[in-house]
């Protein structure tokens, strides 16, 4: 491992655009977790991304190699749902999102409405389906008192060919529809997702470094709560825009970087 590296006993991974993009593994980064992990580190992976489950992750990852477990995989929906069971319990919620993510969220024992009047608590994620109609719920849903919540705020996600709408721009379009303002957030850079990380690595965070391509998560929480981070270019494009005071400790070309 390149020297510099070896020091940290942590390592605290986003998924798409740093470990993989689209369906496809970006090279050398299964050589690259995998010699880490040898190494006795302890590794943790974490995405915004709510359109799989952590077992579709966790499938996708070993079967291209990758000698994990699934216990080291969290995401967004995770963590919101932890958050519903404890404060919203029976309650009636509207999801721009995709099935998977609804069905993960009426697990958590919430009934799915599109009726606004009925609406307890609107949630915001990643949805390739997304349209206007859908949007016009979650609007008046929240103008009726709903909370305003979102799995993510992420303004694209990286794909094959490109990035796609994301979460981001759609918060926008709401807080611009409702003259309300997000509420809560639960994925990169939340407290909510470092207080699940912290709970899952048991390492202290002085002694983390979390690797990832997107500024305004990634290396924003590792500079909100005091981790370093290495910014890798093989995902999202950074503009420099509002985020110009956000720094990463490192710069690196790949996830490949760190054992060479």
């Given at each position: 491992m390149n020297k510099k590296y070896s020091e940290y006993e942590a390592f605290i991974f986003d998924l798409d655009g740093t470990i993989y993009r689209g369906e496809k593994i970006i090279a050398d980064?299964?050589?690259?977790?995998?010699?880490?992990?040898?190494?006795g580190k302890k590794i943790i992976f974490v995405s915004n991304k709510t359109t799989g489950t952590v077992p579709d992750y966790y499938n996708f990852l070993t079967e291209n190699?990758?000698?994990?477990?699934?216990?080291?995989?969290?995401?967004?929906?995770?963590?919101?749902?932890?958050?519903?069971?404890?404060?919203?319990?029976?309650?009636?919620?509207?999801?721009?999102?995709?099935?998977?993510?609804?069905?993960?969220?009426s697990?958590?024992?919430?009934?799915?409405?599109?009726?606004?009047?009925?609406?307890?608590?609107?949630?915001?994620t990643l949805d390739r389906t997304f349209n206007f109609a859908k949007l016009e719920i979650a609007a008046k849903a929240i103008v009726a008192g709903a909370n305003f919540?979102?799995?993510?705020?992420?303004?694209?996600?990286?794909?094959?060919?490109?990035?796609?709408w994301d979460a981001g721009a759609t918060i926008l379009a709401l807080e611009k529809r409702t003259h309300h303002?997000?509420?809560?957030?639960?994925?990169?850079?939340?407290?909510?997702?470092?207080?699940?990380?912290?709970?899952?690595?048991?390492?202290?965070?002085?002694?983390?470094?979390?690797?990832?391509?997107?500024l305004e998560t990634d290396i924003a929480m590792g500079n909100n709560f005091g981790i370093d981070t290495a910014l890798v270019n093989t995902g999202v494009n950074n503009f420099a825009n509002g985020n110009v005071h956000i720094k990463p400790t490192f710069t690196i070309k790949s996830v490949a970087d760190l054992i060479k």
């Open positions: 980064s299964d050589l690259t977790i995998n010699h880490i992990q040898s190494l190699h990758f000698k994990i477990k699934q216990e080291q995989i969290v995401n967004a929906t995770e963590v919101i749902k932890n958050y519903i069971l404890q404060n919203h319990s029976g309650e009636n919620f509207y999801a721009i999102g995709e099935e998977k993510f609804v069905n993960e969220i697990s958590c024992g919430v009934n799915y409405s599109e009726n606004p009047e009925d609406i307890d608590f609107v949630i915001v919540y979102a799995a993510n705020i992420d303004a694209t996600c990286p794909v094959d060919g490109g990035e796609i303002k997000l509420e809560k957030h639960f994925g990169k850079p939340s407290e909510f997702m470092i207080a699940e990380i912290k709970n899952r690595l048991n390492v202290e965070l002085d002694k983390c470094i979390i690797i990832g391509d997107r």
